[in-house]
């Protein structure tokens, strides 16, 4: 099936990432001027940011057992205001530990309804099976795309406004998914194939957590997808806290954070399409050793502006290719009827990994004064999770059909 012949849900889902993913990977250029305002360490922010992503993949099983039930269209429709409410309190409030509750509660509640696991559960329903891993990498290219766009305009507000201005824009960038959502249909008929999988699987949700659980597989997939979190989270939170203590200027930051970005867009199609045509265990184990290779090389090497863009790109390439495979593993393994209450699961293992990763990158430097030994921890976890997708029993679950 050709990009241009999915179903108009698709190119809404895009839209949607675009705005929610690219609004939350710009939150890394906020830490020092959001500080300096507090007056507080790097940890505090790191914290807050650390919540708002354990909270993002709380959230998610719960959001996508509604969505699963009431349909994708409300649930991003509430998270969108829920979003734009969290980053509207963060610019005005006067006391730092509010940032926990808006920046953290709220904004991860309303990222949680507006990501991945909402948009890429509606996909599964209107798109063939034998092309989904496409789909979703297609899909999950549009936040790369949005990270690439809103990273440089975010610094360009910072430069020519001030953070809290910067903010209330972005709040107000989320009335744009509270419209996308008011188009979205899942009862789509231009896949019947589709729709008559969903009809004939007559499995309760109970049913398929119990499947899922009793997999082991399923918990392999959580703890790959754990080390990914890790890796994101600690790279967009302190990459340019990390350049800046390298002595290279903010907007080196920003481009390499681009360069993450928009080389994303073409790696998450790759890594997707890739996943359609080879198996899904494999394509991943390839894409966590070039993980390793990419952040060995670069916490080795000089760093200059040079190599911040160079790894920027490389990372990039990889950065989330990984949510194409593993979505693709969960659907190709229990299918569509479930998918983002599964997929919301192994999304909050995810989310525990960003948390830490974000934290820990942040205790770590007020502790030690560096970030040289958790980046070496980033090059070891990345080999392990290479390993770990090796042995995941990837066949699709038999279900006896229904009378």
């Known amino acids: 099936m050709s990009i241009?012949?999915?179903?108009?849900?698709?190119?809404?889902?895009?839209?949607?990432?675009?705005?929610?993913?690219?609004?939350?990977q710009s939150f890394g250029i906020f830490m020092a001027p959001v500080v300096d305002t507090f007056g507080t360490g790097r940890e505090f922010f790191s914290l807050a940011i650390a919540v708002q992503n354990l909270l993002f993949g709380a959230?998610?099983?719960?959001?996508?057992?509604?969505a699963d039930r009431f349909g994708p269209k409300r649930i991003i429709g509430l998270g969108a205001v829920a979003y734009g409410a969290g980053l509207y309190l963060t610019s005005v409030t006067q006391e730092p530990n509010m940032l926990f509750i808006s920046l953290g509660v709220l904004v991860g509640l309303g990222l949680s309804a507006t990501s991945y696991v909402i948009v890429l559960g509606a996909i599964a329903r209107v798109v063939p099976a034998e092309h989904t891993a496409k789909a979703f990498g297609l899909t999950t290219a549009a936040g790369s795309f949005g990270m690439f766009a809103v990273i440089p305009g975010a610094q360009s507000l910072l430069a020519n406004y001030d953070w809290q201005t910067a903010m209330q824009f972005f709040a107000l960038c989320c009335c744009a998914m509270v419209a996308f959502?008011?188009?979205?249909?899942?009862?789509?008929?231009?896949?019947?194939?589709?729709?008559?999988?969903?009809a004939q699987d007559k499995q309760t949700l109970k049913q398929a957590l119990r499947e899922a659980f009793n997999h082991k597989g399923y918990w392999l997939i959580h703890a790959?997808?754990?080390?990914?979190?890790?890796?994101?989270?600690?790279?967009?939170?302190?990459?340019?806290?990390y350049l800046a203590d390298k002595h290279l200027s903010a907007d080196t930051a920003a481009m390499a954070l681009a360069y993450v970005g928009i080389f994303n867009i073409f790696?998450?199609?790759?890594?997707?399409?890739?996943?359609d045509h080879y198996d899904k265990r494999h394509v991943m184990c390839a894409l966590y050793l070039l993980r390793t290779a990419v952040i060995a090389a670069f916490v080795t090497l000089?760093?200059?502006?040079?190599?911040?863009?160079l790894f920027g790109g490389a990372i990039g390439f990889c950065w989330l290719g990984t949510v194409p495979l593993t979505s693709g593993l969960v659907r190709q393994i229990f299918g569509a009827k479930y998918m983002s209450t599964l997929y919301g699961l192994v999304f909050f293992t995810h989310q525990v990994g960003s948390f830490l990763g974000?934290?820990?990158?942040?205790?770590?430097?007020?502790?030690?004064?560096?970030?040289?030994p958790i980046w070496y921890s980033t090059v070891v976890l990345a080999f392990i999770a290479a390993l770990l997708h090796l042995p995941i029993n990837a066949?699709?679950?038999a279900r006896p059909a229904m009378a």
């Open 181 to 198: 959502s008011a188009f979205m249909k899942t009862n789509n008929n231009a896949n019947p194939a589709a729709a008559a999988a969903l």
């Open 224 to 241: 790959g997808f754990f080390v990914c979190g890790f890796h994101v989270m600690f790279i967009a939170t302190h990459l340019p806290s």
């Open 59 to 66: 959230f998610q099983p719960f959001v996508g057992m509604a």
């Open 395 to 397: 066949k699709p679950l």
């Open 358 to 372: 974000a934290w820990a990158g942040g205790r770590i430097y007020d502790y030690y004064g560096s970030y040289e």
């Open 4 to 24: 241009f012949r999915f179903p108009i849900l698709v190119w809404l889902g895009i839209a949607t990432l675009i705005f929610s993913l690219g609004i939350r």
């Open 267 to 275: 790696g998450s199609y790759f890594w997707g399409v890739m996943g």
């Open 302 to 309: 000089p760093v200059t502006e040079y190599t911040a863009v």
